[in-house]
């Protein structure tokens, strides 16, 4: 009990010499031992990694999962060490209504054969998404989390040691500065009573005791200095050790560009199934809606905002007075096609298109060409016209202008 007694004393004594010392240094009383430029640049770039680390890595967590309750729940399954439940995406939630919805339309309809393909594609979607998710998870995340919770806390338990060994430097350069001040003093006061401690009864002079007082000083100085530079140089290899950090997470934001590269490439890969697929049975679709509701006119929005490309399907019609037969027949010969009277509008390409075939017209991203329709046309598909060039084009990929 009484080693732990002193103990517990001189622990309080350091504490209040280094709290001291620290107020002093910010009211401008005493000096302060100043790191050299390379290390206060090591310290600034070890600050500024772990700033934009966490910052990278919450926004990150949000891309993931939007569901700031999920992300909660995830997080507090993670700290409790258990495995986090498997949890349904949004495709794979919607793909399970609309099988459940054509089941009660009826799947033998067109309404219901659509709501299956499509059910089936966003649960494909929902599949490529929980793959994503959970290969940035390992390949990402896991990486700059485990430099934040480890090599960044051992950063700053060394950069807190290396703190206290300066303020204790500093604490014994103030004492010995102030030991050789009275050890001056000492010497030039003549008069032995004045000078002397009150609670010693000395029979050496004041300057002999005030030289002992400074070699003390020297010597937890002395000491304090070597532990100092011992404390500043392991901080110092941990901080250079940052740049190794910025390898291993340039390698991991490779690996994770290239997860998200390939998920996006199956999302454009399934979209483009479902659309050839839903190509096929157009005629059937508007021949269904012919005999159960009024045709509507359709109408070209004014912007056209589908990232993917849209596979030319062109529904056999019959034959409509004033148009020549190739667009009847769903062939179209653009030297046949003769301009509306009215009806035309301007537009500009959003995307580079490559003509699949001599009736289409290829468009470069800004350019601008004139549009028009035609009776028994495809309404995701327009005449577009480029000086004596003519074609057809894909809607999605333009900006109808007014």
Known sequence: MEFNVKKLASDAGVFFSRAMQFTEEKLGQAEKTELDAHFEN???????????TEKILRQTEVLLQPN?????????????DRKVPSRVTNGELLAQYMTEAAN????GTPYGKTLIKVGETQRRLGAAEREFIRSASINFLTPLRNFLEGDWKTISKERRILQNRRLDLDACKARLKKAKAAEAKAAAVPDFQETRPRNYVLSASASALWNDEVEKAEHEMRLTQTEFDRQAEVTRLLLEGISSTHVNHLRCLHEFVESQTNYYAQCYQFMLDLQKQLGRFSGTFVGNADSTSPAAAPSAPAVAAAPLPAVPTIPVVPTIVGVPNTVAEGVLNPNEVKP???????ARVLYDYEAADSTELALLADEMITVYSLPGMD????????????????????????
Do not use: H, M
């Not at 700031?68 to 409790?80: G, T």
């Not at 509306?340 to 301007?346: H, N, Q, V």
């Open 104 to 107: 009660d339309f009826g799947p």
């Open 68 to 80: 700031p309750s999920a992300r909660v729940e995830e997080f507090l399954y993670e700290k409790l």
């Open 379 to 402: 309404p995701d598909w327009l005449i577009g016209e480029r000086g004596n060039q003519k074609g057809k084009v894909p809607v999605t990929y333009l900006e109808l202008l007014s």
């Open 340 to 346: 509306p009277a009215s009806g035309t509008r301007k």
């Open 42 to 52: 090591l310290l600034a770039r070890a600050d500024c990694t772990k700033n934009w």
